[in-house]
């Protein structure tokens, strides 16, 4: 075993702590169960010594042993049942909690660690990684503590009945022990490798799954399944490999196992000939032997179960281990903002190689309204991560109310500022779950009212179970405009002091868009907003214009000065006209 | 389980050598006890230690040989499940590949997803362990049982009694499991649901706050599996103490008997520790047969739940016209087309009829849910009219095979997305042998061309998975270039405009109809702007057609168009 999987199995072993009272009962119950198993020979192998031959048996000795055999029976059984139940518990109750903090840690992981990770490669992960995890803990579990018990008991009976061929059992058997380990060595590294392959293989699945539209419009199907077939079958022969591999040690065992059989039978056999042994001493023996060396398989079979099962925690644990955001337990809580921005000498970046904001400044005055505007991909997103502190600038500040974003706690600044993105999320559950959002805990008639201003009332209205209404992933049979008014009412509830609005209505008809902005108006009154729109008209009203281009601002000012200026943004006003 | 036995098909070699070899080497470990019997009332009772030692030779001979077939076992099922399990994945994967939109709608994609992977490895555990163990183990228990008759026929009795009641113990266990664990896969893919949408909503997520709250949703999913998971556990935990009793009471029955038999002459006390020592070995068989049950009910779980998938039919027919138009841009005509999506009571396009010349631009607006998007997604034929019809270059699609149609007709959609790859492998979507001079003439005309030369590698800049790593906007002219390079003949622009400005916007919609060999076009959006120079202009109005026209007609008949119109532009010249 390598160092890291030790670590591993050491960390999988604190998860365990909190249910150590089931852990407890499970060891105990695990020597009761194996102690009361080993008597069972003993008692068997007493009885075949009374079996004398004809009309010589004793019949008064055999009843209290019978006796015996049932009582250790029963009392086996429910040891063996409290074990297994003990187990089950411990075993799903930790990988439920090994989910929970993974699902906990996911939520506290930078958004340049998730937009870097596939969603599914982390599902897989949560999903397919856990159980097998599961899998290869509760069997490791079970038998585990069993087995080292059994074999403990089992040596030490067998030196009280007869040393000499105890030595000889002892002796062999740790070559079925050498063989197991080295098997398993071999083993890891194909179980490792088939991790990996199916980690990709959940990756392709899961992209094809998720574009399926693009998949259908472009009759990509017989090329997603070449790609699928590709790795489906890479994937077949790393399988093969590690379950061919790992299926070996129990034949190789148990082979060496069957020696050691042999070697009992004429050892004792012998010693019975010479008068230094009974038959039914030979029998309890016989069982022994193989019970001593059953538990070496055992032990040998979890360890290529727990191999593969320490693979899967590896791949958990480093998304637990992955970074989290810079803790801002020290920064400060806001109230209600005021919303006055400014932007000093920012400068950010994703990725080092490329600059994309550099030295940014602006100066936002409470209740002003910025639009932001410029060519696809010019920063506009990337400026409202900065806003929100999905992502934190590298160097300079954006100063809310004079206090560096750096130094807010984020959930207080988020609350502060309401935002719609382009990219509509709406997550599984009902309509009302979806607004409520905005604001847990929100009376009906607030949730009414604010899906009345937003427009979207009377469409949810119309829907099945109305507010309850149950929504697929993704939205599902919702149209696009329809899951973006919904977005707008969680808005509408939220009421922040601050608005972000991300080209937030470029999927609405103009004439219901009409009548929210409106009630954007409305709520945009005395309350800082930043728009990203391609809407010229809205722009028009803004108090300030930003007019980016490559990452930087190259013009600002309002819509008339900047028409006069006659720069970028006078050609990109004309241009609406221009075709 | 019985439609997917067709997958063992090719590689029935495996599926009769792997268990073949494996029952041999059972074979060869019911003889031992008979060895044993030998040593003890011929070898001892006689005091012959060489005789003694000829029976220990024999059971190494028996190990050997046991081992060589058990390799070979081995070998041979873990080849015959690997195998099952790809050609089922492979199927599988391209019936999901066929199902149409409704039938994705219907299922879920997270569903789905638990099918193609923990589904499917539990199956092929499942098939790897059946094919050791599942003859395996009552073949043991069964040749025990004659074994034993051979010594004895009344002790061979008990031995009988025993697995009858071994075996109404174990199909009870596995009756009550076998629900159970259905009820635990499908609390799995909640739990799966709930991760993928938690970390799809990342951003609106955090934006309000809601991580507590989304967390909390996530536990009390993950709790409830727990729960059933410990239950059903419980039920099966059960199995191996109930074995253990039957087998050791029959034990004690078999002792008591032998005793009788011995006391009155009827066995030997070799032939009484040899039938001990089967029991024995039918205990060991039976807690292997438990386990293989418990991983058994699993997979036969899974096993049925992808049944259900690979005989899922998709619920629309390909026809079997050919389309002959390359190159040559088709007219598309509706006919009094009425569509209506499963589950929803309305129509959501009523009576639509109009025809688009070939080569020309059809511009198609209207307020949110007016059918502008159900609309141009029936000429690809995402979905399927519920009446009238769509004909392009005078057939019905529904007459066509989806390879033609689809050859011809690029869309690009609302939500752009990408593939994981190369800029140049998402460029070759459409047409796997575009050259470099066709991508880059599609990504100059969809404007793109400047900023994917900006990037590391031009057209060989990695584009991560769903685009990701390319702005809303840069991801949309990468899908309108993608549809480019297909040069189809009939060309949907979906409200793909949408996250680009008006000057990007107005470039590309002229370098499109600068395009030689000019393909039929629909334009839907919700921009005066994006429409107003087509050939014709459908107003849509909760499905109905409610005009169309050339811009300046509709202008002056059409007010919801005015309407739109004047509120993106202002009055128009020449009216008060």
Redesign the interface.
Known sequence: MTKDSKKTLIRVLKYTMPYRAFLIVSIVMAVFQSVLALL?PVL?GD??D????????D?DS?KVI?TE??M???G???C??LM??CN??LT??T??DI??DA??H??KLP?SY???H???E???R???DV??FADGLLMGFTQFFTAVVTIAGTLILMITISPLITAVVVLLTPLSFTVASFIAKRTYRYFKEQSEV?GK???I?????????????????K???ER??EN??K??SV??QA??AS??T???T??VN??V???V??AG??A??RGRFT?GK??AF??YS?QYT?PFNEISGVVTELQNAIACAERIFELIDAPEETSDNDAMEIDTAEGAVNIEHMSFSYSK??KLLEDVNINVKPGEHIAI?????CGK?TLINLL?R?YDPDEGFIRLDGTPTTGIK??SL??N???V???T?????TIRDNIL??K?GASEEEMIEAAKKAHSHS?IKQLSDGYDTVI???G??L????KQ?I?IT?LML?LPPMLILD?AT?????????RIQKAFGSMMEGRTSFIVA????TIKEADCILVMKDGNIIEQGRHDDLLKHDGFYS??YK????? | MKSLLKYFKGYRKECIIGPLFKLL?AGFELI?PLV?KQ??DK??AA???FY??K??GI??M???I??IC??TA??F???A???F??GV??DM??R???LS?QD??GI???A???R???DI?AL?GGV?MSL?LLLRSPFVVFGAVVTAFTIDVKAACIFAVTVVILTIIVAAVMFITGPGYRAVQER?DK?????????????????????E???E???KE??E??RL??FT??IS??L???T??VI??G??WL??D??LA????RLS??A??AL??LM?QIL?ELIKLANLIVQLSRALACANRIEDLLKKEPSMKEGKTGLKIKGKAPEVIFEDVCMS?A??GENALEGVSFKADPGSTTGII?????GK?TMVNLI?R?YDVSSGCVKVDGIDVRELK??DL??AV??V???S?L??GTIKDNMR??K?DASDEEIISALKTAQAYD?VMEK?GGLEAPV???G?N?????R??L?IA?ALV?KPEILIMD?SA???????D?AL??AIGEMKDAPTVFIVS????SVM?ADRIIVLDEGHMAASGTHDELLKSCD?YR??YV????RPEGSD
């Open positions: 069972l068997t009885a075949v009374l079996l004398l031959g004809r009309g010589l048996t019949w055999l019978m055999m049932i250790v029976t029963l086996q059984a429910v063996s049942f297994n139940t089950n518990h799903y109750s990988v439920r989910r929970k699902m906990k996911i939520g958004l998730l937009d870097r596939p969603a599914g982390l599902v897989s949560m999903i397919a159980d097998q199916r293989q959940t990756a699945i899961n992209e094809m799954l998720s574009q399926e539209k693009t998949v259908k419009a472009f009759a990509y199907e090329r997603a399944l699928f077939d489906n079958k994937l077949s399988s093969l379950i061919f299926s070996l129990n034949p190789s148990r082979f069957n020696m059989y042999a070697a039978a004429f056999s012998a019975v000939i038959v030979l029998t016989l069982s193989t059953k190689e490329k505007v410029g060519p696809t991909g997103t929100m999905f984020r959930s988020r609350r500022i309401g935002m993105l382009q990219d999320y709406l997550k599984p559950g959002m905005g847990n469409f697929g992933e993704d599902g049979m149209s696009q405009g329809q008014l977005c969680r939220a080209e470029s999927s609405i008809d103009t004439r219901t868009e009409m391609h809407r010229l008209s050609r990109l241009s609406q006209f221009e075709v | 080497e031992i044993v040593m003890i070898g001892i005091g012959d230690v003694v030692l029976m220990a059971m190494i028996l190990g050997i046991g081992l058990s390799l081995q070998y099922c873990a080849r499940a690997v195998y399990a790809e994945k492979h994967f391209e999901v590949m066929k939109y994705t709608d879920g994609v997270s789905l997803i638990t193609l992977t923990s490895n092929q790897n050791r799995l739990v799966l649901l709930s991760v993928r949408s938690s970390l799809n909503g990342v951003r609106v997520i955090r934006a309000f706050g809601n991580e709250r989304e967390f949703a996530f536990k993950n709790d599996l727990n998971q410990i556990g419980r935990a059960l191996n103490p109930f253990f009793i050791n009471l034990t004690a002792i008591w032998g005793a011995v006391d009155t002459g006390r070799g009484v520790v001990v020592n024995g060991v999506y589950g929803a209207g307020g949110t849910g007016s998007s690809p995402f989806f390879a689809r050859e690029a869309v959609p609302q939500k997305v593939f994981e979507l459409g796997e900023f590391e991560t998975q769903g990701d390319f702005s809303g906007g840069q949309q002219r899908c993608r297909k409200d949408s996250a680009l400005d008006y000057a990007t107005a919609r002229k919700q921009r005066a702007a120079h919801i309407e739109i509120s993106q532009f202002g």
